[in-house]
């Protein structure tokens, strides 16, 4: 009952489980509740403390010596009330100031038997009580491996369905200018290999929910444009804004990559002369704030309403932008929990903007925790 459960947690439950049998002996029991609430008080808590602490003994004893406790909990029970009744009762005589011999709670028979069978059935109830929360206790344990794996597959796909599209329209576009510019040939052949250089240390990784620094991500996302602008050329303009001051904070790794990969190929792509995608980043004292916006065709009205925020496990209108953008949304969950937010922003609201705006918000102080960070290469 106390394998996955803290000591003083335990301790804790034990006092106010104690003190409920106190009121209720004090209450319902007229020879015991004769005494006073005081009386009983005490006794309780001796009591109490005195077969709780022999059973947290006892367990792990057992557990250091393999012993099954689940198959042997009502021998341990049996074994740590009649001590534990002995010493409670000589324990808050002491406390009480009562003259008791170590032989007098013996000789009062009714008293003795009172407390044994209060404790016996108490001692049960709340053992059932502690079972119930460890069991609690090893699903949740459970759920959250199976919400590791999950997130780890879902991290696995979108790098298997990013970099095999990008791969091969890059390779064909390298094929393309090999014979006709070798010099944009051979840009695009080092901004391909630092691509796969940095997207591969980032997965490389068997914890694939490892952070990364916003310098690295910077750095594929400047690669990958840099790619596609010798693709499309004119058609692509971008800009990358990452202060010196973000450069360190960290990040879950291709969180950025598929919302430029969607600015591209559903905004900057349809359009006959292109657009422009800009990522920046800044933080204040709460928030680490992530802005990837473009000026392509932007979001139909009739797909989603121009102005929606999306905390991470909200409504139906969350699941615009196809899997990239519902693979972040759920990311942010599982990193994050409710504290960050993702806002998307049509141009419709927005005269003086053509295309989309995606702002994400992450705590400040996420991003700061260095028992993930990893080292840049």
């Known amino acids: 009952m106390i394998n996955r459960l803290s000591v003083p947690a335990v301790l804790l ?48 004893v057992a557990n250091h ?31 009480l100031g009562l003259s008791v011999g170590p032989f007098d709670i013996l000789q009062d028979s009714d008293q003795l038997a009172i407390s044994a069978l209060t404790a016996v059935i108490a001692s049960i109830a709340f053992n059932w009580h502690l079972s119930n929360r460890e069991k609690l206790v090893r699903l949740e344990l459970v759920a ?55 997207t591969l240390h980032s997965s490389q990784s068997n914890d694939q929910l ?26 692509l303009d971008f800009k990358l804004d990452l202060p010196a001051s973000c450069h360190q904070l960290q990040i879950p790794p291709l969180l950025l990559q598929p919302l430029v990969e969607n600015a591209i190929r559903h905004g900057i792509e349809p359009q006959v002369n292109g657009g422009r995608i800009d990522v920046s980043a800044h933080h204040n004292n709460d928030h680490l704030i992530l802005i990837v916006a473009d000026t392509g065709v932007g979001i139909p009205a009739d797909q989603f309403a121009s102005k929606t925020e999306m905390p991470p496990g909200g409504d139906n209108k969350a699941q615009v932008g196809g899997f990239g953008l519902n693979n ?24 003086s903007v053509q295309g989309t705006r995606i702002e994400i918000k992450i705590p400040y102080n996420a991003t700061k925790k260095s028992a993930t960070q990893e080292e840049q290469p």
């Open 210 to 235: 490892k952070t990364v620094s916003l310098q690295h991500e910077f750095k594929i996302l400047d690669d990958y444009l840099a790619l596609m602008q010798i693709r499309l050329g004119k058609r």
């Open 65 to 95: 010596r393999g012993i099954d406790r689940e198959k042997h909990g009502l021998l341990f029970i049996l074994l740590a009330v009649p001590i534990g009744v002995y010493g409670g009762m000589f324990i808050a005589g002491w406390v």
């Open 328 to 351: 972040l949304r759920d990311r942010l969950q599982q990193s994050f929990g409710d504290g960050a937010q993702l806002l998307l922003e049509s141009a419709e609201t927005n005269n």
């Open 13 to 60: 439950q034990n006092f106010l489980f104690c003190t409920v049998i106190a009121v209720i002996l004090w209450k319902f029991v007229p020879s015991i509740g004769q005494h006073g609430f005081f009386n009983n008080f005490v006794h309780a808590q001796a009591i109490g403390n005195c077969i709780c602490l022999l059973a947290i003994t006892i367990t792990r």
């Open 144 to 198: 959250a491996k199976e919400r590791h794996r999950a997130d780890t597959a879902r991290l696995a796909m979108l790098q298997a369905q990013l970099e095999p599209h990008m791969l091969f329209n890059t390779l064909a576009n390298l094929r393309a200018l090999i014979s006709t510019d070798t010099v944009r040939a051979t840009e695009m052949l080092d901004r391909l290999d630092s691509f796969l250089r940095e």
